[in-house]
């Protein structure tokens, strides 16, 4: 019995009109990059679960696939855990290794393998697939792409000011008609559970707050209660999640409510001097708001903190990112600071699809297809289709001289600019006939002329 054909929930298959979009993202994305001074690096697909695990938090961890071993290897599970219900130990023994959740950690894992050969500090990008074991759902995927940048070997806030840059100028090139930075500080966060007397609950509060755009503010409050968060505190926290006016009239109120926190007040001086800075350039179509209640549930953030969202669509996040003083440390190299910003390549994708803003050009996957008149007209648009061709245009020739019907229909699925017509009239007074698809203006020309203006 013959197989139906299916693919994973949460994976997609992509057009060759699809791909082209998503090259066109990738290519906007690597030029502004490459601007700022950052170079590419690969890492492999999957890593050491040990690599991975540990380095995401207790959800974040829930999320990452796991790769079965193989062979003799199986014949070592552990089943002593799996008798004592340490489910824990037990997956640990069936499994070494794993897809990797997100590039960042293994990015801090190459710095610390690689950092004799590494000048500091290191600009890198890097644009590949990531996966998750999450619900699939619109604008999020078990395996989509990331497209990151981070810097490590320093503490600069300069790094912090290139990535809010690099959020617009990428975006804005991409002609998105409006976005929000949101920006935080995981020690103004720190600084809200030291002064609510709540420090030891710091990741239960960052993991409940996180969840706020999911949940709504009652579900948050909520899950904060349940995570052993006192009913003080909690009082205390409610009114930041409906702080209004502008970034710095927020600092200040917050700069009242962490006057009792030296962490707090470091977070809010840092957030002050990219204010500060970002007065003296102007963003494109960016919006920069201080969001107190942006957490960004991942634990290795330590500084600054973003996330983008797009206007006019309902999608979740587009991008995020953060500093991360501590991460290279687990794996033995200390004292090395980072910061790093990811695109979300698939969501942006799909904004850019829902909202029509691809240009035409992506869409043309061809500059030119001759049509097939006969063997005679054949040769001259196989000669000429060269030519075109050493030019750098793309070309295609229809393989036969099928009703003009068939061959029209055949050019528009292909989304050429244009048809190429040589028939025996052409071929006689050396001309051809073009005709734009998009506009539907026909005109005949020399092939001299043609070729002097290519």
């Not at 509060?205 to 503010?217: P, Q, R, S, Y």
């Not at 036969?400 to 052409?426: H, L, P, T, W």
Request: proline share 3%; glycine share 8%; net charge negative.
């Amino acid at each position: 019995m013959s197989q139906k054909p299916r693919i994973s929930k949460g994976t997609r298959d992509f057009s060759p009109s699809e791909v082209r979009k998503r090259e066109y993202i990738f290519s906007t994305m690597k030029s502004v990059f490459e601007k700022y001074g950052f170079q590419p690096i690969e890492t492999p697909s999957f890593e050491l679960s040990s690599t991975l695990l540990g380095k995401y938090g207790e959800e974040g961890d829930r999320l990452i696939f796991r790769i079965l071993n193989s062979g003799d290897k199986m014949l070592k599970a552990d089943l002593d855990a799996l008798n004592d219900k340490n489910l824990g130990k037990f997956s640990n023994s069936l499994s070494e290794k794993a897809l990797r959740y997100d590039l960042t950690v293994p990015f801090a894992r190459y710095v610390v393998q690689h950092q004799n050969e590494i000048t500091f500090p290191f600009k890198r990008y890097q644009i590949q697939p990531v996966w998750r074991a999450d619900r699939p759902q619109h604008g999020r995927y078990q395996e989509f792409y990331q497209c990151d940048i981070d810097v490590v070997g320093s503490n600069s806030l300069l790094y912090e000011i290139e990535c809010i840059q690099i959020f617009d100028e990428v975006l804005s090139a991409l002609n998105l008609p409006g976005f929000t930075i949101k920006f935080n500080n995981r020690k103004v966060l720190n600084g809200i559970a030291e002064v609510t007397g709540e420090r030891d609950k710091l990741v239960d509060m960052v993991t409940a707050i996180d969840k706020l755009d999911k949940i709504g503010e009652e579900g948050v409050l909520k899950e904060l209660a349940n995570r052993g968060v006192s009913e003080q505190s909690i009082n205390r926290i409610k009114p930041l999640f409906n702080l209004n006016g502008t970034n710095k009239e927020i600092i200040d109120v917050m700069s009242e409510f962490l006057a009792d926190s030296d962490v707090g007040q470091k977070g809010l001086e840092e957030l002050s001097f990219l204010l500060d800075t970002m007065e003296h350039t102007s963003l494109s179509k960016g919006k920069l708001v201080f969001d107190v209640t942006l957490a960004r549930g991942l634990n290795y953030y330590t500084g600054a903190i973003f996330e983008v969202l797009a206007k006019d669509v309902k999608m979740g996040s587009i991008c995020g990112g953060g500093r991360y003083d501590d991460l290279t440390s687990l794996f033995g190299l200390k004292s090395v600071s980072g910061v790093g910003i990811s695109f979300g390549a698939d969501r942006i994708y799909d904004v850019l699809n829902e909202l029509q803003l691809f240009p035409d050009a992506v869409e043309n996957s061809i500059n030119y297809l001759f049509l097939n008149f006969g063997p005679e007209e054949f040769s001259r648009c196989f000669e000429l289709a060269n030519v075109l061709r050493e030019k750098g245009f793309s070309c295609e020739i229809y393989p036969s001289a099928s009703k003009i019907q068939k061959q029209m229909k055949y050019a528009n699925e292909r989304n050429a600019a244009k048809v190429v017509m040589i028939g025996a009239d052409e071929l006689k007074n050396d001309e051809i006939t073009i005709k734009s698809l998009k506009s539907g203006e026909q005109k005949t020309i020399s092939i001299e002329v043609f070729l002097n203006k290519h």
